[in-house]
């Protein structure tokens, strides 16, 4: 089912009556397509949530529409929606057994809806073995794990097998290992059952790693949307840029001058076509080459062994960040007796930003 937004505003009125209001979603257009998993990714606060809460009607927009495939759904309440809905809190019912809180949504079905208890099983047991808990329907939620809990509030969001499937932060309860182990999951059931699925989350990895498109928000306001590498790649701004990648992208001041960008006193590379003015750069931590002559000098501070990398950790005057990020190969060896080291730099790991608006300023990196 293709979801779509348009022009979706929410704005809370200000509770202390002075100040503005607070507009959580602002002016929101897109056009989810059918059967893909959508990343929505920003800092707390962003309008996430809010953003969700308008799609599955728990929240009622400004302005603007929302259409699941051709229907206006805007007005709809959220149980004539076809939403399947996943919270942070797996918000179990604790008396409840594994099958009977699987089983909790059809049971309010009515009219031609209404399902016997044995076709009721049936579903339950299809959910309950897409997210592999099949084996645990008699347990009760405190008999289970976090990871096992959450599976099961996903299974519970799928068995009326919804048109749209929206997750919000439903990893955040969960250890680190299982949050890898539960993304890939829910990547495996959203390709097995086609559902539309958006999945809010403040983590840039995990919408990275299993998005088909990633929907970068800041203010309520959309920053920029794409394939999570296309994001990655071509950032349309500071924010979207500093957001995106670990270890961050290390900023730095600089300054173009006759078509080169210069940090501190070097020119670090050419930027074609780029006018004269101070900027902003961007270097992700990949974008260092050790280099005895080249024009990029900073102060070594540590190097640290990470396996199949090397970070090397270092200073510069003109750094926003009290540290610089490079990674390297780890068969790169860096000379430790030496005060400074020497890079030169690779032009599409380089991005320069409007020093008034953080606007990425474009140039051919060849
Ligand atoms: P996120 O999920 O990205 O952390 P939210 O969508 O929850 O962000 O919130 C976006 C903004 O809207 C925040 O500034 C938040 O304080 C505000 N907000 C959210 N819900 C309400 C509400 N019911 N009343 C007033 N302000 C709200
Ligand atoms: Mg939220």
Do not use: W
Request: proline content about 7%; some cysteine.
């Amino acid at each position: 089912m293709k979801v779509v937004l348009q022009n979706l505003t929410k704005r809370f009125p200000n509770r202390n009556k002075k100040g503005d209001d607070v507009i959580a979603v602002n002016d929101f257009n897109f056009e989810i397509p059918d059967g893909k998993l959508i990343g929505l990714l920003g800092p707390s606060g962003c309008g996430k949530s809010t953003t969700l809460n308008l799609i599955c009607g728990l929240e009622t927009p400004t302005s603007g529409r929302i259409l699941f495939g051709e229907d206006d759904v805007t007005r709809l309440p959220p149980e004539n929606r076809g939403v399947g809905l996943v919270f942070q809190n797996y918000a179990l019912y604790p008396h409840l057994t594994v099958q009977e809180n699987i089983m909790f949504p059809l049971q309010n079905l009515r009219g031609a809806d209404k399902l016997t208890r044995p076709q009721m099983l049936e579903k339950a047991m299809t959910a309950a073995k897409l997210v592999q808990i099949d084996g645990l329907m008699e347990r009760k939620p405190s008999e289970l794990s976090g990871g096992q809990q959450q599976r099961v509030a996903i299974a519970r969001a799928l068995v009326k097998m919804p048109r749209v499937l929206l997750l919000d932060e439903p990893l955040s309860n969960l250890d680190a290992r299982l949050r890898l182990q539960t993304r890939e999951e829910i990547r495996r059931i959203q390709q097995e059952t086609g559902i539309t699925t958006i999945f809010v989350t403040h983590d840039q990895d995990e919408a990275m790693s299993i998005s088909d498109m990633i929907v970068v928000m800041k203010d309520g306001v959309v920053q920029q949307i794409g394939a999570p590498q296309e994001v990655y790649d071509s950032p349309v701004n500071l924010f979207v840029a500093t957001f995106l990648g670990t270890p961050p992208i290390n900023v730095l001041d600089g300054e173009v001058k006759g078509e080169k960008l210069y940090i501190g006193g070097a020119a670090v590379c050419d930027v074609p076509g780029v006018g004269d003015q101070p900027v902003s750069v961007g270097i992700r931590p990949e974008g260092f080459t050790l280099d005895e002559n080249g024009p990029f000098e900073v102060s070594l501070s540590r190097v640290e062994v990470m396996g199949r990398d090397t970070s090397v950790v270092s200073t510069h005057p003109a750094s926003r960040n009290p540290v610089i990020r490079s990674i390297i190969p780890a068969r790169n060896k860096v000379d430790r007796t030496r005060r400074t080291v020497r890079f030169t730099l690779m032009p599409e790991k380089v991005f320069i930003f409007d020093a008034r608006d953080d606007r990425r300023i474009c140039f051919d990196a060849e």
